[in-house]
């Protein structure tokens, strides 16, 4: 019977191995990592757009409120109620 020789490794085929290990895992670990802090900033970007989207709402609603309290109508309304009045005649148009 013939002696089968036992292969070792040499010592830089061992660091080899270890460095490619730990580059792996290293991988795994920095995926996961990245991946969460995605996760994250797309949370807090929903939320930044859900605020903006209810001010946005909110301008627009008083936007309207403006342009009812500021209508012509409105205006001659609150003048006679205190004792104001409305008169063309004093309005001068300057011409170019």
């Known amino acids: 019977m013939a002696k089968k020789k036992k292969t070792s490794l040499l010592k830089g085929e061992k660091i080899l191995y270890v460095l490619i290990g730990l580059l792996i895992i290293g991988n795994i670990f920095g995926t996961s990592f990245s991946m ?3 996760s994250k900033t797309n949370i807090e970007v929903e ?4 605020k903006i989207s ?6 627009q609603s008083l936007e309207m409120k ?3 309290l500021a209508s012509l109508d409105n205006v001659q309304g609150v003048a006679t109620t205190y004792g104001l009045e409305y008169n063309n005649d004093n309005i001068r148009v300057i011409g170019e």
């Open 36 to 38: 969460a802090l995605l």
């Open 47 to 50: 939320s930044i757009k859900k």
């Open 54 to 59: 209810k001010q946005e709402n909110l301008n």
């Open 66 to 68: 403006i342009n009812e």
